[in-house]
């Protein structure tokens, strides 16, 4: 069944300018062709029309670092990962509509406790649950003394490689390793590094030998470097990373996924948890010079891609944050369609519209290179050509 796709305009998510009157040709879901209409060409005589020439088309957005269970807003964010299974799938379930409905179609998610993420995910699969598409990391690798500790706890070597050898055979995308401290938590300096060198080693060793890679929460100081010794291929968060750190990192062709919302809007980390001083000593400390970071980020030429970190239905806003330290709109849409497919190594079948690829995209009725903050109406969003909202 052939489906054509008819819009205002379409961004294609390459980077190239809006093609007006941009149409889709689909079949079983995958891109057959895309052009205007003359470019098209003969049609099949049963194709299904779809008008959407009243609103602008692009790629489906990809959220590179969340989690399905959490909510920041409710505070105590490790407390919420350590409640029963049952309960954070249930949890979980209005978090994924909310994703959806903000146009994201596709999300890797960076750790889950009990493998939920492995349920979800099979639920969307088998139809039972509406929802982004999802890449897995399992349970999160972390030290008992480090941030991100929830349930799970992996030290040294040899329970660094069964945790990542299980998590694998759960069928993990990537693995996602605790390096420094963190933001949300009381204790401990957000560039303390829990884990060593080895320890580091171990689990890129074990998801490079199964063809994955390792993503490092990481914000700065020595956790940084060793994960970029180690061959780690995204940095998440990196809120306090050196622009030596970062030349580094382009010269490996590493990621830096930015994570804003949380510590930015009134509805993250600040609703709930300000009321640990500890931690809003930190957030408050951390904005200013998050902003003077990333301003040099966005220049560096790094490969940039952005997550929500669990503020579900905020995918606008990261965007909104990464205009304002200096980016492109352009720059940052292609930060959540056609670069953060390149991070999450999916760029073969997501992330722009282009012959051969999954025909995942999103309406707008506004041009959000005009104005970026126009991507917070999405109007309706289709995965695999088929609408869902």
Sequence with gaps: ?????????????TGNVPIKGGCLL??????????????IGDIPNDTEIIDLTDFYLMPGLIDCHTHLSIIPSQGNQLEQMRLPAS???????????TDLKSGVTTMRIMGEEHYI???????????FVQGPRLLLSGIQIVASNGHGLALTASDGEAEIRKLSRQNLAKGADQL?????????????????????????AVAVEEAERAGKY???????GKGVDLCIQEGVRTIEHGAFVTLDQVEKMIRQDMWIVGTFSILFHPEGIEKTDFSVPSIREKVLKSRDIVAKTFGEIVKSGVNIALGTDSMHGFISYELECLVNFGASNMQAILAITKDAAKACRMDDKFGTLEKGKIADFIALSQNPLENIKYLKDVKSVYKEGTKVI
């Design 117 to 127: 993420d492995v349920d979800i995910r099979n639920a969307i699969n088998e139809g």
């Design 87 to 97: 309960r954070n799938i249930l949890r979980s379930i209005p978090n994924l509509y």
């Design 1 to 13: 069944m052939y489906k054509l796709i008819k819009s205002k305009a379409m961004i294609d998510g």
């Design 26 to 39: 689909i079949s079983n879901g995958v891109i057959e062709k895309i052009g205007s209409l003359e470019m």
């Design 214 to 220: 390792v993503a490092a929460h990481a914000h700065g």
């Design 176 to 200: 996602k390793i605790f390096v420094t401290g963190g933001l949300s938590s009381a204790g401990g300096s957000v560039n303390v590094c829990s884990y060593t060198k080895k320890e580091i």
